[in-house]
């Protein structure tokens, strides 16, 4: 895992969609899985929101709040 792919995801916005504006972060979990199934964004964009789905699906979202207090 790519500590600066961690560190984007609470920094990059939704560009578009239900969620345009919010932290990629803390995009909720049936919107991540939403994606999965339909397919994720091409680009970085895409590469970001997979890798989110794997930390909500897999419960791992306490590994951004060390990053986060340290914002």
């Known amino acids: ?3 600066e792919l961690l560190e984007l995801l609470l920094v990059r916005e939704m560009p578009f969609g239900k ?3 919010r932290l990629l972060a803390d995009l ?3 919107y991540l899985a ?3 199934r ?4 091409c680009g970085q964009l ?3 929101l ?3 789905h794997e930390l909500d699906h897999n419960d ?3 590994l951004l709040e060390p990053l986060r207090k340290s914002r």
């Open 38 to 41: 339909e397919g994720f964004p």
């Open 28 to 30: 909720p979990g049936h």
């Open 50 to 52: 997979a890798l989110m």
């Open 60 to 62: 791992l979202k306490g």
């Open 19 to 21: 969620y345009k504006g």
């Open 34 to 36: 939403w994606f999965a």
């Open 1 to 3: 895992m790519n500590p």
């Open 46 to 48: 895409g590469q970001l």
